[in-house]
C-alpha cells in the first residue's frame, strides 16, 4: 500500500474511533447530565452509579485511543490542535477529571455536603463534556479561523450560532441516549422519570438535529462532498431516519429499538461530518490553503503500516473485552442490590 492509501485508511480509522466514543460514552454522559433529576434518594443514586460504573470506563478507552490515534497517525494535527485550542482542550480535560471524581467519591463520605458536591460535579462536568464536544465538532465542521500565523481566533470565536447549535444537539442526543440506557438498565421510580425525559428530550433532539443539518447545508462546505458523490447523501439520510425511528419507539416506550435508533442516529451523524471533512482534518474558515489536510498531517508510511498492524490485533480485543463486560452486567438494577461505590 502506498503511502497516501495507508494515510486514508487511518482517517477512516480515526473518524470510526471518535464516532465509537460518542455513540458509548453518549448514555454515560447523558445519565450524568439528569443525575440529580432521577436519583432521589441515596439508594437511586446507587442505581444510576451502576448503571454506568461497570461502562464508562471502558467507553473512554475510545477516547484515550482517538488522542493516541492523532498522535501517532497524524501529528501535525495533534500539535496544532493543543496550540490553537488550548483553552477549550483543558476545559475538557478538567470535565474529564471531575466527572470521573464526582462517580466514584460521591458516596465516600457520609456528609451531606460532600454528597451534593460531587453529585453536582458529576452532573455539571458531564454537561460541560456534551456541550464542548458539540462546539468543538461543529467548529470542525464549520472551519476555524486558521490564517497564515496559524489561528486567528479566540475561545469566544468558537461560541458562534452554528457551534453552540452543535454543542446543544450533542446535550439533546446524550439526554436521550442516557434516559433510555436509565430505563434499559434499572428498575422502580427512576425508570418512570426516566420515561418522563425521554419523551420531550427525543422530540427536542430530532428537532435540532434537522435544524444543524439545515445550517450545516447553509452555513458550511461540509456538504459539498456528497454533492459531487450523490451515493453519498445516504448517510445524512440514514441519520434523520435513524432520529425519526427513535421517536416513533419512544412514543411506543419500546426501549430497546429506540436506544439502537439513537446510537445510529449519533453514528451516522458523525459519519456525515467525516465524510463532509474529507480530506480536511483541520479546515480553514479563512482560505481553503490554510487548511491541514490529512495527507500533510500524517506521520511516515511505516509509521502508520506499523500502527495499522497493531490496530488489527488490539481494537478486536477491546470490542470483545467491552461486549463480554456487557454480557457480565446485563442484569436490571434495583434499589435494594444498588451500593453504589462506597
Not at 479563512?286 to 489536510?293: A, F, K, L
Request: glycine share 8%; aromatic share 16%.
Amino acid at each position: 500500500m502506498s503511502h497516501e492509501t495507508v494515510a486514508i485508511i487511518w482517517f477512516g480509522l480515526w473518524g470510526l474511533i471518535w464516532t465509537i466514543y460518542f455513540v458509548l460514552d453518549g448514555y454515560t454522559l447523558g445519565t450524568g447530565m439528569l443525575f440529580p433529576f432521577l436519583a432521589r434518594n441515596r439508594q437511586e443514586r446507587n442505581q444510576l452509579q451502576e448503571a454506568v460504573g461497570p461502562f464508562w470506563g471502558g467507553n473512554e478507552v475510545w477516547l484515550i485511543t482517538a488522542g493516541g490515534a492523532t498522535f501517532a497517525a497524524f501529528p501535525a494535527v495533534y500539535a496544532d490542535l493543543f496550540s490553537f485550542l488550548y483553552t477549550p482542550m483543558m476545559l475538557i480535560l478538567f470535565a474529564l477529571f471531575f466527572r470521573a471524581a464526582g462517580l466514584e467519591f460521591m458516596h465516600k463520605d457520609d456528609s451531606p455536603l460532600w454528597q451534593k458536591s460531587w453529585k453536582w460535579a458529576f452532573t455539571i462536568s458531564s454537561f460541560a463534556l456534551a456541550l464542548l464536544f458539540g462546539v468543538a465538532f461543529a467548529n470542525l465542521f464549520y472551519g476555524l479561523k486558521i490564517g497564515p500565523s496559524g489561528y486567528e481566533g479566540t475561545f469566544f470565536s468558537l461560541l458562534h450560532p452554528y457551534g453552540l447549535l452543535g454543542g446543544l444537539l450533542f446535550i439533546s442526543l446524550f439526554v436521550v441516549s442516557g434516559a433510555l440506557w436509565v430505563m434499559l438498565k434499572t428498575v422502580g421510580e427512576v425508570v418512570e422519570r426516566a420515561y418522563k425525559v425521554a419523551r420531550p428530550a427525543s422530540v427536542v433532539a430530532t428537532v435540532v438535529l434537522s435544524l444543524f443539518f439545515v445550517a450545516t447545508s447553509n452555513r458550511t462546505p461540509l456538504f459539498n462532498n456528497f454533492t459531487k458523490t450523490p451515493i453519498l447523501w445516504i448517510v445524512p439520510a440514514l441519520a434523520f431516519v435513524c432520529a425519526l425511528l427513535m421517536l416513533l419507539f419512544v412514543w411506543q416506550r419500546r426501549i430497546g429499538l429506540a436506544f439502537t435508533n439513537i446510537c445510529l442516529t449519533i453514528f451516522t451523524l458523525m459519519a456525515t461530518g467525516f465524510i463532509g471533512m474529507f480530506p480536511n482534518m483541520l479546515p480553514s474558515r479563512i482560505n481553503d490553503e490554510y487548511s491541514t489536510t490529512l495527507f500533510e498531517a500524517a506521520g511516515s508510511e511505516l509509521n502508520l503500516k506499523i500502527m495499522l498492524g497493531v490496530a488489527i490485533v488490539m481494537v478486536p480485543i477491546v470490542v470483545g473485552y467491552q461486549l463480554w463486560s456487557y454480557k457480565l452486567f446485563k442484569e436490571k438494577i434495583t434499589k435494594e442490590t444498588a451500593k453504589g461505590y462506597q
